[in-house]
């Protein structure tokens, strides 16, 4: 079992910066393929980024490709997701998600690829 928590969320103005955490306790962390997903208002959930458990491949959806940084720190079991050029559209409650199978580029957007997942934190971002 892995529990995992977010933090960082808030509310930002549009070409702004926030950085979200994800702590992850239980079974060991380095072990886990990790990802960030988002839910906007009124949508489904969507892929946002993943990382492989060493952190040597990382995936981008191309809404975020060249904005958004996945990263991870296996000694600290956390992951982040460095978010820059805020827009408007980047508005949702994001989740963190872990899987201890190996992460690619097949499999890291789907939502139901991961077994476990954090409560989710706020993110607005105000135009």
């Known amino acids: 079992q892995v529990q995992l928590v977010e933090s960082g969320g808030g509310l930002v103005q549009a070409g702004g910066s926030l950085r979200l955490s994800c702590a992850a306790s239980?079974?060991?962390?380095?072990?886990?393929?990790m990802a960030w997903f988002r839910q906007p208002p009124g949508k489904e959930r969507e892929s946002v980024a993943g990382i492989s458990w060493r952190g040597g491949s990382t995936y981008y959806a191309d809404t975020v490709k060249g904005r958004f940084t996945i990263s991870r720190d296996n000694a600290k079991n956390t992951v982040y997701l460095q978010m820059t050029s805020l827009k408007a559209e980047d508005t949702a409650v994001y989740y963190c998600?872990?899987?201890?199978?190996?992460?690619?580029?097949?499999?890291?957007?789907?939502?139901?690829?991961?077994?476990?997942w954090g409560q989710g934190t706020q993110v607005t971002v105000s135009s």
């Open positions: 998600a872990a899987d201890s199978r190996t992460l690619n580029s097949f499999n890291y957007y789907y939502a139901r690829f991961y077994a476990y």
């Open positions: 239980g079974r060991t962390f380095s072990g886990y393929s």
